[in-house]
């Protein structure tokens, strides 16, 4: 296999060169592992930049893919099988950038055991895009699982008092929903012959059609594999893993976690449940419908109780993911072209808030709103840099934000309308609902930034200046690794046809799949 004629293998491996370099230098070159860390990551998002060039947006197909047998023992027919198409490209984008970006936040941030951190790091992006661009249910499996490692000991390592249970909690959780997902993939690979996923796709219709998979067995199969796909979400009732998880992981951790590792869960739903279980979508997307719109809503409610801020920040990922999981839901263009592009600017907004609100703990050891005040004065540039990350995590017209969730509800208004996915209640009454939410966005968020860098100054000002240092604004670092996410802000906020451009074939071939599906029920 020639590494260079399979540029997805080697986008997704390439971090094992850096993870062996970090290997064999000293523990105490500290500045030197981590320009190794930052520098195998960077040349990794531009190969992703390689691929992008290559990457062929009005074609709806699986493109640059690379397939080879790889365990064909007793019949099993289980393949080394990668691909990109328009449902995952942004994804494996989103993961190649925000990675350096993540790196370069933990200069001052990770003193301890920085071989050891940044040797985990590495690791976790070969995983994530693993993740994204497995098309062997198998192999999906295994970066699935593997993305779990990493971050169980970044978070119990690196992470904040009640750092192990956190981390425990995180893996316990993914585990107990992976296993059922394991069950499903062993039936339905077993039963079609076939574990790759195009494949199956095919081979699954043509069971449905014949009735060697009933629709009952059909629901199970796609309630096993929601079951991992829900926790990594996470959707209402099952996120009480998220909040403590966020709250204990160091920075870097926080952001890759609410950036990438959630956006797992909404794309397994995506690229396994729509398309190989279209029946039991069908029948379940009001029920799907229900639990985002109550995630949406509790997910906001609660931000607002917060007194930590990163807590805040970490519930609103349960409100803005009900959005997306809304969106992929109501089975037509308009809602799955938005649920995808906001997976993107929910892993811009939030992975800079958490950015942001590391910054300023580095400098504070603290994260209680009500310590905080009159910081837009003393810190104008982290105050401004803050205020536009909030707006655009609200939703503000001209903003990433406002695009996705814009095009979401306009999606979910549709559903419903032609008897669709969202009947009996109909779309109108979702979509309704969850502009509630975006509502209180606007509460939590502009509360928060009120409280913190508005008013007079906070006793933080005065515990600081005890320790012999007074406030100070964003260094020249801090500035660089958050710049890149305001361009992308302002960008998708602005001209988000782009994004919608890459994405349109593939979703298009998804909805006419379904629509299909639909029209064989009836």
Avoid: C
């Amino acid at each position: 296999m020639n590494f260079f004629s399979e540029p997805l293998t080697l986008m997704t491996f390439f971090p094992l060169v850096g993870v062996l370099v970090l290997l064999f230098l000293p523990s105490d070159k500290k500045n030197v592992l981590r320009w190794t860390a930052l520098v195998t990551s960077l040349i990794t998002f531009g190969i992703s930049l390689w691929v992008l060039t290559m990457f062929r947006s009005a074609n709806p197909d699986l493109q640059l893919v690379a397939k080879y047998d790889w365990i064909t023992v007793a019949g099993w027919n289980i393949q080394y099988h990668m691909g990109v198409d328009g449902l995952s490209i942004l994804l494996v984008l989103l993961t190649t950038f925000l990675t350096p970006i993540s790196i370069l936040s933990t200069w001052t941030a990770v003193e301890e055991r920085v071989k050891d951190f940044m040797i985990f790091f590495t690791l976790l992006e070969v995983g994530m895009l693993g993740v994204f661009l497995a098309q062997d249910l198998f192999l999906f499996y295994i970066f699935w699982e593997f993305t779990l490692v990493p971050m169980y000991f970044l978070i119990g390592i690196w992470g904040g008092p009640r750092r192990i249970y956190a981390a425990i909690k995180f893996f316990l959780y993914t585990m107990a929903g992976s296993i059922l997902m394991l069950l499903a993939i062993l039936f339905v690979g077993i039963q079609a012959g076939t574990f790759s996923v195009p494949d199956l796709a095919a081979n699954l219709s043509g069971m449905y059609a014949s009735g060697l998979i009933d629709p009952k067995t059909q629901m199970m199969l796609f309630v096993a594999f929601a079951a991992a796909f829900a926790i990594k979400v996470p959707m209402w009732p099952l996120h009480s893993w998220l909040p403590d998880a966020h709250v204990e992981a160091p920075t870097a951790g926080s952001v890759i976690l609410a950036g990438v590792l959630l956006k797992m869960g909404t794309y397994g739903f995506l690229r396994f449940n729509i398309p190989l279980f279209p029946n039991a979508t069908i029948a379940a997307a009001p029920w799907i419908a229900l639990l985002a719109t109550i995630g949406i809503i509790y997910g906001a409610a609660v931000s607002y109780a917060q007194s930590d801020v990163k807590k805040l920040v970490a519930y609103s990922s349960v409100s803005h993911l009900g959005f997306v999981m809304l969106g992929m839901f109501a089975l037509n263009a308009q809602g799955i072209s938005g649920g995808i592009l906001q997976m993107v600017n929910h892993g811009l907004s939030t992975g800079a808030l958490f950015l942001l609100v590391g910054m300023i703990y580095e400098q504070t050891h603290t994260r209680e709103i009500k310590v905080y005040g009159g910081l837009w004065k003393i810190t104008p540039v982290f105050g401004s840099i803050m205020l536009i990350v909030a707006l655009s995590s609200m939703g503000l017209p001209g903003l990433n934000g406002f695009v996705g969730e814009f095009t979401i509800l306009l999606g979910a208004w549709g559903a419903g309308m032609d008897g669709g996915s969202f009947a009996p209640m109909g779309g109108v009454w979702w979509a309704g609902l969850s502009a509630l939410g975006v509502i209180m966005a606007a509460i939590y968020i502009l509360f928060m930034f009120q409280r913190m860098f508005l008013g007079p100054q906070g006793e933080i000002v005065d515990e600081v200046k005890k320790h012999g240092h007074a406030l100070r604004d964003l260094n020249w670092r801090e500035i660089l690794t958050i710049v890149p996410i305001l361009i992308f802000i302002f960008w998708i906020g602005l001209y988000p046809a782009p994004f919608f451009n890459l994405m349109a074939p593939a979703v298009d071939k998804m909805v006419a799949a379904l629509q299909a599906a639909a029209m064989a029920m009836h």
